[in-house]
């Protein structure tokens, strides 16, 4: 009977002999491609950790480009608000404390702001009310101007005469407050605001007027106004090209 046996238990030796030796062929290659594995592992690893060394600089020049934008843009919309609220005779106190963000330590620019705030409250007389202010004006003064009254002007001047709390209109035989008024205007219409000033000023003083000497109070505004708001704009501009 152990005879018998004897093939058997060779065979399952033989069997187990091939799986001992089928299993540490599998072992082997288990190992081997754990180990390429891990090389993949380690070379995917070193591209990823470049590709991040790549992108960090990518970043900082995305974030520089923001702030130069961001630096640009703040004061170009600051700028547009308050140009377009001083072309209106309203106030612009909300538009003058954005500006002045925007400023920072330059003196000329602090200047001017101060400048701008003292009608901030009020708001400046624009240029196209200044030149119907002065048609109405000139046409108290006696001079004659082309462009046609609104009917307010006209009732208001009626009413002042009858009143009495203004005479009529003097005569200008010679044509002096005509020619003076058309120059005036002729100096408005081209936005020449300084020469107008100057030209009513002369005009004043040889026909003296309470009404131009009102008007010529809030030409003046305006100028000081546009000349601040200039200034300003340089400033801050010139911010904007050093910048970056």
């Known amino acids: 009977a152990i005879d018998a046996l ?11 002999k091939q799986t001992g030796i089928a299993v540490d062929e599998l072992s082997k290659r288990v190992d081997a ?16 950790a470049k590709a991040n060394a790549g992108l960090a600089p990518v970043a900082d020049v995305a974030n520089q480009v923001s702030a130069q934008r961001k630096a640009i843009e703040l004061p170009l919309i600051g700028m547009t608000q308050l140009r377009l609220a001083l072309d209106r005779d309203t106030p612009y106190k909300a538009e003058l404390t954005l500006a002045e963000r925007l400023v920072g330590n330059d003196a000329e620019a602090m ?3 101060t400048e701008l705030a003292t009608n901030a409250g009020s708001g400046v007389t624009t240029m196209g009310g200044l030149r119907r202010d002065f048609a109405f004006v000139a046409s108290q003064m006696g001079g004659s101007l082309t462009r046609i009254q609104s009917w307010t002007q006209r009732l208001s001047s009626w009413l002042e005469v009858l009143v009495g709390t203004r005479s009529l209109p003097e005569a200008d035989p010679i044509g002096e407050v005509t020619a003076a008024v058309a120059s005036i205007d002729a100096a408005l219409e081209a936005g020449q605001l300084d020469l107008a000033i100057n030209e009513a000023v002369a005009l004043n003083g040889r026909r003296s007027d309470v009404l131009l000497e009102g008007w010529i109070v809030e030409a003046r505004k305006r100028l000081a106004t546009e000349r601040a708001f200039n200034t300003l704009s340089e400033r801050i501009y010139a911010r904007i090209g050093t910048t970056g």
């Open 6 to 16: 004897e093939p058997r238990l060779s065979a399952m030796a033989d069997d187990s």
């Open 33 to 48: 491609a754990v180990a390429e594995m891990g090389e993949r592992i380690v070379g995917l690893s070193e591209e990823v």
């Open 111 to 113: 200047a001017a702001m």
